[in-house]
């Protein structure tokens, strides 16, 4: 595996549901972070971590929690979800310089029912 | 103040012909980079080019180029030959040296006519 995975790809949850996204990266980078991107709005910022430590927190509902047990590796747990959460959740991570790109996972489509 | 604003929601190209896509940022410090990112219809960002605040000459990667007017704090993406394929969501993107967030503006629907 190369790059940055995510699964799963799509999820469908009821609101009572617990679930988890879980992205990893192959790259060595030491920042990683969860974006949540709603039909027709714009990239939203949800959760930064940089070497395993949490740095951003953009006012996130806390039905969601983030987990970075290692450089390689973050969750978002999910639990009583709204349906205004469904939307396309992406992870990312880039190397902790201003002059390097975020390279991005394939997304979890997420429906709540 | 929003960091990073595209003006153009949707634009339109023929197949072939070149497409600017605009791009203007606002910052105060010294030192950033300045991202262009293609989303397809299946969801992946892909990264496509990069300019450094402290770079002389517009960035080149391919078919695309990064009109970098610093004074004018823009950052504008040029396509030129546009295949179908590049039919996308296109979103710059901005990282200052303090921090690790990037800043993404809402982003360019482009759609390319045969």
């Known amino acids: 595996e190369t790059g940055v995975t995510q699964t799963p790809r799509h999820l469908v949850m009821g609101m009572t549901n617990k679930k988890s996204l879980k992205c990893e990266q192959h790259?060595?980078?030491?920042?990683m972070y969860w974006y949540k991107q709603s039909a027709k709005k714009p990239l939203e910022l949800m959760f930064v971590y940089s070497l395993e430590e949490r740095v951003e927190n953009n006012s996130v509902p806390s039905r969601f929690s983030p987990e970075c047990p290692n450089s390689s590796h973050l969750f978002l747990h999910l639990h009583t979800l709204q349906p205004e959460d469904s939307a396309l959740y992406l992870c990312a991570s880039s190397q902790g310089s201003w002059g390097n790109e975020q390279f991005f996972g394939p997304g979890t489509r997420l429906t709540v029912l | 103040a929003q960091k990073i604003t595209q003006t153009q929601p949707g634009m339109f190209v023929q197949e072939k012909e070149a497409v600017t896509l605009d791009c203007t940022y606002d910052t105060s410090d010294p030192s950033y980079g300045l991202f262009w990112y293609k989303q397809p219809s299946s969801g992946e960002m892909i990264f496509l080019i990069y300019q450094g605040s402290y770079d002389q000459q517009n960035a080149t990667e391919g078919r695309y180029s990064l009109n970098f007017q610093k004074a004018r704090k823009s950052a504008n993406l040029v396509i030129s030959a546009s295949q179908l394929g590049d039919s996308a969501m296109y979103f710059c993107?901005?990282?200052?040296?303090?921090?690790?967030?990037?800043?993404f503006g809402t982003g360019t629907s482009l759609t390319v006519i045969p």
């Open positions: 993107a901005m990282r200052e040296l303090t921090g690790n967030q990037f800043y």
């Open positions: 790259l060595g980078h030491n920042a």
